[in-house]
């Protein structure tokens, strides 16, 4: 539950419209900058807590003013393998067209594979196909709550093990991917993470970054986490945002696992992120 004193759909300075009962609301009456007031800030993380990602819409700013949207959050991180903006390091690229072989269709949350993964990610579409790629998003909190009693207790206390080198180290050498290890070590989470905001427990595993449990036999191990990936994929746990120019999704890498599909090629989609910078998952 959110520690949040207001109800989850009202505010003083900001409109809120939920996408579904749980996950996922656009939000109304705010231009995204630096000068976003300290009160509307508030209750920006306020509905960020109760329904996971918020969404918004015609925010035509420009790259120094979503930067500077992304710190009043807290402190942006470099990712230190995707496509960075030439000049502005904190600001991830993600361009697909006719060109490409694969989008990032696959369910995750971002750079789990850290020490201390993203609180939060900040997308904003440049470049819209006419039809198709929209991202989905899963409220992990509800995957969790829907798996039986004897699930629950059975990965209660489990340990995931998290690396970059399932999704980024396929084009390295091995001495390269060991001097990568060795500055971005693999990641032991919990399976189950608890929310340091709301107390809520969630999933937290995911099919881009997670190798193996730690201390399972990996026959038994695999078939487990194949049962745990399949529970991002029940509609009734999503929300889906359709995108347009300039529409802006701010997700919690805590509480969300997300999708975008790729079903619109040889069209082109671009996006632009900045991702907020988190704590050890407990």
Not at 195 to 203: C, D, I, M, Q, R
Not at 228 to 239: G, K, T, V
Request: with cysteine; proline share 5%.
């Amino acid at each position: 539950m959110s520690t949040s004193a207001a109800a989850p759909n009202e505010s003083e300075t900001i409109t809120i419209a939920p996408l579904s009962p749980t996950v996922g609301a656009v939000i109304g009456g705010v231009r995204m900058s630096g000068d976003v007031s300290a009160g509307q800030v508030a209750e920006i993380r306020r509905a960020l807590l109760d329904w996971k990602v918020v969404f918004f819409r015609d925010q035509d700013v420009n790259i120094e003013e979503h930067i500077a949207f992304g710190a009043l959050f807290g402190e942006l991180e470099i990712h230190p393998f995707a496509t960075n903006l030439e000049g502005h390091p904190e600001v991830v690229v993600i361009h697909h067209d006719e060109g490409s072989l694969f989008g990032q269709n696959g369910w995750h949350s971002d750079v789990t594979w850290r020490l201390e993964p993203s609180m939060g990610s900040i997308l904003r579409a440049r470049i819209v196909p006419p039809v198709g790629g929209d991202t989905l998003f899963c409220d992990m909190n509800a995957a969790y709550e829907g798996l039986s009693d004897d699930i629950k207790e059975k990965i209660e206390g489990m340990t995931a093990v998290h690396s970059y080198t399932r999704v980024f180290g396929g084009g390295a050498s091995e001495d390269e991917r060991e001097a990568m290890r060795e500055k971005y070590p693999d990641a032991r989470h919990p399976v189950v993470r608890t929310h340091p905001e709301t107390g809520a427990k969630s999933l937290y595993v995911n099919a881009a970054f997670v190798s193996h449990l730690e201390g399972v036999d990996a026959v038994e191990g695999n078939r487990l986490l194949r049962r745990l990936y399949r529970q991002a994929s029940i509609p009734e746990y999503q929300c889906r945002f359709r995108w347009q120019k300039e529409s802006v999704a701010f997700w919690d890498n805590r509480a969300v696992q997300h999708y975008a599909a790729f079903d619109y090629k040889p069209a082109t989609r671009r996006v632009e992120r900045v991702t907020i910078v988190g704590d050890t998952p407990v």
